[in-house]
């Protein structure tokens, strides 16, 4: 089955700086790969996604970038603000069959104001 | 809208006794899935389904019995609880087809097995 690796664990940056969180999947049938932010005591809430036929996607100060060929993707927040904190996951499925999600195993972001 | 939804929010076992967990979501999804989460690891899959009457086994399925009788509920049942069962469970559904890959996640049920 799909393995997901996550890298760091832990992240602690300025705010202001940048974040960068990584990924790589065992599973060259994997297609979907979303990242999900996760505050303390709180649900998973999807924050951006990227499907194997693009290499790269931005929404405002989050973006995300896939090498299909290395099977990693990554996160990237810019401008990190003390909101941003919390733990990140990464994510892959494939987007037939059952479609569940592997996760990685998160990576908790401190921004320091 | 409620979305998903899931009962109870928090509970303690000991260990042997049995409950279900309840799962509920209002976009008429076809797919749902239960996950538990342990401490520094991700979401795992225990049990999901793809429709009204059908269940398959995840990567984590042992100790653990789930059906779906109709399409917006999905029960996860613990028969005789165990101490490593403690975790917080995830319900989560999303469309079985189209663009709208999202899973939409319930927010939780935090249960402690003693």
């Known amino acids: 089955g799909e393995n997901v690796e996550q890298h760091p664990s832990t992240l602690s940056v300025q705010e202001g700086d940048s974040a960068v969180i990584k990924c790589t999947y065992s599973?060259?049938?994997?297609?979907?790969f979303p990242w999900y932010k996760q505050e303390l005591g709180k649900r998973p809430q999807l924050i951006i996604d990227i499907r194997s036929n693009v290499g790269e996607k931005k929404d405002q100060r989050i973006a995300v970038t896939l090498n299909k060929t290395a099977k990693h993707f990554s996160l990237h927040i810019t401008e990190t603000q003390p909101e941003d904190s919390a733990v990140y996951f990464c994510a892959a499925s494939v987007d037939t069959g059952r479609r569940a999600l592997t996760f990685g195993s998160g990576t908790r972001l401190q921004v320091q104001p | 809208n409620a979305g998903v939804t899931q009962t109870p929010k928090f509970r303690v076992l000991k260990t042997g006794q049995s409950m279900t967990l309840l799962c509920a979501q209002d976009m008429n999804h076809e797919y749902m899935y239960w996950y538990r989460q342990d401490p520094g690891m991700g979401l795992r899959l225990i049990h999901y389904?793809?429709?009204?009457?059908?269940?398959a086994k995840g990567e984590v399925p042992d100790g653990y019995n789930v059906s779906r009788l109709k399409k917006q509920n999905f029960l996860l049942g613990l028969e005789s609880a165990a101490p490593s069962q403690t975790s917080v469970y995830f319900c989560?559904?999303?469309?079985?087809?189209?663009?709208?890959?999202?899973?939409?996640f319930g927010p939780g049920t935090r249960l402690t097995v003693t």
């Open positions: 989560a559904s999303s469309y079985s087809r189209g663009a709208a890959y999202e899973q939409y």
């Open positions: 599973d060259s049938a994997s297609n979907y």
């Open positions: 389904s793809v429709g009204e009457g059908t269940t």
